[in-house]
C-alpha cells in the first residue's frame, strides 16, 4: 500500500492529538512498551514535548519499572514484547496505577483481541489501524482522554473470526443427538417439550441441556441462544 499521502497529514491529527490529551485531566506522562523499534518511533513522533515521554523500552520488567518510578497517564504497548509479553503488562500495571489508561496495539498474526478484552484497556487496535484513512488510532486516543473505551473496526473483525471459530469448534463436538437438543432448545421447546419430541425423559434432556451449555461456555439456554443469534450476525459477543 502507498502511504506517501497519508504522511502530509500527520501534522494536524498531532495538533488534534495534543489537545486532546491536555484537556483530558490525566497525568501527562507516558510510558511506551513495544517489540517493533518501529512502532516507537510511529508513537513517539506523536508528543511534540518529547519530556512527557517518560519511558520507552521493549521488555515487560523495564516498562514496569518505569510505571512505578513515574506513575505515567497512559500505557502505549503491543501484545509482543522481546521479553514478557503486552497481556502481562497490562494487567501488572493496571494493579500497579489503577487509573492508568492503556491503548494496546496488536501485532500478532493472529490477534487475541478477546483476551485483550478481558483486560478492560481503553483502546484496542492492530497495527494495521496505524495511518489507515479511517485514523482509527486517532478515535481511540480520543476515546482514551475521555475515559470512554474503543475497539477499531479491523479488531472487531478479528474478534468476530475468533468467536464464530470456537462456535464451530463447539458444534463439532457435539454428538447428533445433542444437536437435535440444541435446535430444539434455540426453537424455544421447554426441556419437557424436547423430552416429548425426540421420545426422551426430562432428566436425560436436562442432561443434554448441562453439557451442551458446558461445551459453549454460557450458563443458560438464553445465552445460547443469545450467542448463535449474534454469530448468525456477524456481531461481537
Not at 508513537?43 to 517518560?54: C, D, L
Not at 514478557?84 to 503488562?89: E, H, I, K, R
Not at 483476551?115 to 488510532?137: F, H, M, N, Q
Amino acid at each position: 500500500m502507498d502511504f506517501t499521502s497519508r504522511v502530509n497529514a500527520l501534522e494536524p491529527n498531532q495538533r488534534m492529538v495534543r489537545s486532546w490529551v491536555a484537556a483530558s485531566g490525566m497525568r501527562l506522562k507516558f510510558v511506551l512498551a513495544f517489540e517493533s523499534r518501529l512502532a516507537i518511533m510511529g508513537v513517539i513522533s506523536t508528543f511534540k514535548q518529547r519530556q512527557r515521554v517518560v519511558g520507552v523500552v521493549s521488555d515487560e520488567q523495564t516498562a514496569l519499572y518505569y510505571l512505578k518510578l513515574e506513575r505515567p497517564g497512559m500505557l502505549f504497548c503491543s501484545d509482543q514484547l522481546e521479553e514478557g509479553n503486552g497481556f502481562s503488562l497490562v494487567s501488572r500495571a493496571k494493579k500497579i496505577i489503577p487509573d492508568l489508561r492503556v491503548m494496546m496495539i496488536l501485532s500478532a498474526a493472529n490477534p487475541d483481541v478477546e483476551r485483550a478484552l478481558a483486560l478492560k484497556p481503553e483502546v484496542i487496535c492492530l497495527d494495521r489501524d496505524i495511518l489507515a484513512p479511517e485514523r482509527p488510532v486517532a478515535f481511540g486516543l480520543l476515546s482514551a482522554c475521555q475515559g470512554k473505551h474503543y475497539v477499531s473496526p479491523l479488531a472487531q473483525e478479528a474478534l468476530n473470526r475468533t468467536l464464530s471459530a470456537e462456535e464451530t469448534d463447539a458444534t463439532s463436538m457435539l454428538s447428533p443427538q445433542e444437536k437435535r437438543v440444541m435446535e430444539l432448545m434455540i426453537s424455544g421447546l421447554s426441556d419437557q417439550g424436547i423430552a416429548d419430541s425426540l421420545r426422551l425423559s426430562v432428566h436425560t434432556v436436562r442432561d443434554y441441556n448441562k453439557s451442551i451449555r458446558n461445551k459453549f461456555g454460557v450458563k443458560s439456554r438464553v445465552q445460547l441462544a443469545a450467542m448463535m443469534l449474534r454469530n448468525s450476525l456477524g456481531l461481537s459477543a
